[in-house]
């Protein structure tokens, strides 16, 4: 996995190199260049806790932290509670949600009336889901609408939302995908990272950035030089570059 930062670092020196017609780097060259780089087995191995404190997989976390000797930091008892706010939006069970958040710790809603209005919105959409009209209607009534008058953008969410009232079969809804399973996830990935954020912690794991700042900086020398490319991610492969 190292081979991702010792690539990154490659192409920018490489990319300052390069005249303005391309250069045929042979597999030999580009992997002495990668050799002559040291990166530290400390740094890979927080990137590693990095990513799995981030996602969520607190076992492995716990395990790698035992191995490795790399303490995470944060506490990973926030992990199990983390996780299970987020698995309680993605099941539609958005009061146990609210009420898991409060607990772990209040003003994550209090501060972020964006986030607590999507969770509001998520419960109308479970009401809506479930056929109680009635209810969905007294709730948008009550709690959604105060707030949409106090915000444009809320208004026009909550605009949406009830519009999926008037369509008996919500396939030929134009905002049907507000019932589809990925609006949960979308919710509860947003709690997930103001949960994080909360804990001053990266919202986002580090290493997708790496591997999307390896893919621009391929693409970046791909106009300049012809050399070993990095195609499939998954297992960091050197494949020969083509003249």
């Not at 509001?120 to 609408?145: H, V």
């Not at 008037?166 to 609006?183: K, R, T, Y």
């Not at 949960?195 to 900086?217: F, G, N, R, V, Y």
Request: charge should be negative.
């Amino acid at each position: 996995m190292s081979l991702f930062w010792i690539a990154i670092r490659q192409l920018a020196e490489i990319e300052e190199q390069m005249a303005s017609s391309k250069k045929v780097i042979t597999r030999g060259e580009w992997e002495k260049r990668l050799n002559d780089v040291k990166i530290r087995k400390e740094d890979m191995n927080k990137l590693v806790m990095n990513f799995l404190v981030t996602e969520g997989y607190v076992e492995a976390a716990e395990k790698f932290w035992m191995e490795s000797g790399t303490e995470p930091d944060i506490d990973l008892a926030t992990i199990t509670e983390r996780m299970a706010v987020k698995k309680a939006v993605q099941c539609g069970n958005v009061d146990d949600a609210i009420e898991k958040v409060n607990d772990l710790n209040p003003e994550i809603l209090d501060t972020n009336p964006q986030l607590f209005f999507h969770l509001q919105q998520q419960r109308l959409i479970e009401l809506i889901r479930n056929g109680k009209i009635e209810a969905a209607l007294e709730f948008a009534q009550e709690e959604l609408a105060p707030r949409g008058e106090e915000n444009q953008s809320f208004l026009e969410e909550l605009e949406r939302t009830v519009s999926l009232l008037a369509f008996e079969d919500v396939s030929n809804c134009p905002v049907g995908e507000l019932l589809d399973i990925s609006q949960r996830l979308k919710t509860a990935s947003e709690v997930n990272a103001a949960i994080l954020t909360s804990q001053s912690h990266e919202k986002d794991p580090k290493l997708p950035s790496l591997l999307k700042m390896l893919i621009w900086a391929q693409n970046q020398l791909d106009e300049k030089a012809t050399y070993p490319r990095i195609n499939d991610l998954s297992n960091a492969t050197l494949e020969e570059p083509t003249v």
